[in-house]
Each structure stands twice: as structure tokens, then as C-alpha cells.
T-cell receptor, first 114, second 112 residues
Framework: DVKVTQSSRYLVKRTGEKVFLECVQD?????MFWYRQDPGLGLRLIYF???????EKGDIPEGYSVSREKKERFSLILESASTNQTSMYLC?????????????FGPGTRLTVT | GQNIDQPTEMTATEGAIVQINCTYQ??????LFWYQQHAGEAPTFLSY????GLEEKGRFSSFLSRSKGYSYLLLKELQMKDSASYLC?????????????FGRGTSLIVHP
């Protein structure tokens, strides 16, 4: 079974702090994704990566950056957390995006910025 | 970009059949996914359609009409555990990206 793990289920941070969210997958998937999920807005793509050291902006990249130094690990960084970044963050992975491969999601990190 | 519409909420009775619709507008359609997400949990894959027609998988079926920009997820013999959010995601290859865009999800409540 594919397993996608995220470093924390719940996180509370203060405004202005630098925040790291870590995601690891164990199935040698090429693609990894970071989404945020908010009530009434659904899943919105922040960044994705199709290979080590490669990254592409999603629909809402402002205020975020990412790092992919190893194939199995994809990190989301909030350089200076703000209250409007309070959300559920979901990581996902998949095989190559050009075919019908579904995404496998991690359990999510609920981040609260106070 | 894409415009994906799903009903926000639906209710149904245990044992019944429910159909959750998804309409979309896209210039380079390249596949449609359905995911199930229980409260507080990660989305899990249910089905994938890229050609017109019905795909059946046990109690769940998914239908696609590309000409109408329309899909539905059909859940038969509803069980209480089917209470969840159902996410429609559409892949548009017109911009060279194969990343699916998600709709806002349909919250299904199954009552006894």
C-alpha cells in the first residue's frame, strides 16, 4: 500500500513564525503536491513537484515556498505565517501526471496561526 | 482554467440509491476523478473516467459524457459509512499541465 505521511496532525504557530510542513511518500512516486483545504472552497493547489529539485506554482502559491531535495520528501514552507494561512494542509503523491494515475493523500496537517 | 460544479450537500436514506452530479467546463479535457473523503481524513480514490460511458465498481459507478461536460457518481445500497464528502476532479491538458483541479465537494449525509 502507498503510504503518504505528514509530520504533524495538528500545529499551532504564531504570526510571523517560519513554519515547515513535511511530507514523505514510500512508493517512489515522481509527483508530489501540496494543497490547502478550507470549508466551502475545496482543495486548492499550492505547489507541485514532478521531480527532485523541480517545482511548479499551483493556483495559490503566494506566501508559500517548497523544497524537494529527495524524491520521497516534499516540504512546504510558510516564510512568515499569517492568520489567513490557518487551514488544513494536505500532501499528495502520484506516478507520472501524463497518465491516469490517481493521487494518494496524506492524513493532513491542521495548522492554526494565532 | 476550469469551472467545476457540484451540489454542496445531499441527504439520502440507508439502502437507497443516490446520484452526485459534477459539471465542468474545460478546453482540453483529459480525465475526471472521483474521491471520497470522510470527516477528518484524507481523500481516497474512487474512480477515473476518460472515455464516455459508465464505469462500475461494486456499489459505486461513475458516468461521463464529454460532449455535455458532465459526470455523475452513483452510489447503490447506501450504508451509513457512505456519509462523507465526494470530490470531483478534472484534468485539463490544454496548458500542458496534467494536474487535476478539484471541485468544492458534495457532502453526503446518509440517515437511517
Amino acid at each position: 500500500d502507498v503510504k503518504v505521511t505528514q509530520s504533524s496532525r495538528y500545529l499551532v504557530k504564531r504570526t510571523g513564525e517560519k513554519v515547515f510542513l513535511e511530507c514523505v511518500q514510500d512508493m517512489d512516486h515522481e509527483n508530489m503536491f501540496w494543497y490547502r483545504q478550507d470549508p466551502g472552497l475545496g482543495l486548492r493547489l499550492i505547489y507541485f513537484s514532478y521531480d527532485v529539485k523541480m517545482k511548479e506554482k499551483g493556483d495559490i502559491p503566494e506566501g508559500y515556498s517548497v523544497s524537494r531535495e529527495k524524491k520521497e520528501r516534499f516540504s512546504l514552507i510558510l516564510e512568515s505565517a499569517s492568520t489567513n494561512q490557518t487551514s488544513m494542509y494536505l500532501c499528495a503523491s502520484s506516478l507520472e501526471a501524463g497518465v491516469s494515475y490517481e493521487q494518494y493523500f496524506g492524513p493532513g496537517t491542521r495548522l492554526t496561526v494565532t | 482554467g476550469q469551472n467545476i460544479d457540484q451540489p454542496t450537500e445531499m441527504t439520502a436514506t440507508e439502502g437507497a440509491i443516490v446520484q452526485i452530479n459534477c459539471t465542468y467546463q474545460t478546453s482540453g479535457f483529459n480525465g475526471l476523478f472521483w474521491y471520497q473523503q470522510h470527516a477528518g481524513e484524507a481523500p481516497t480514490f474512487l474512480s477515473y473516467n476518460v472515455l464516455d460511458g459508465l464505469e462500475e465498481k461494486g456499489r459505486f459507478s461513475s458516468f461521463l459524457s464529454r460532449s455535455k461536460g458532465y459526470s455523475y457518481l452513483l452510489l447503490k445500497e447506501l450504508q451509513m459509512k457512505d456519509s462523507a464528502s465526494y470530490l470531483c476532479a478534472v484534468r485539463d491538458a490544454s496548458g500542458g499541465s496534467y494536474i487535476p483541479t478539484f471541485g468544492r465537494g458534495t457532502s453526503l449525509i446518509v440517515h437511517p
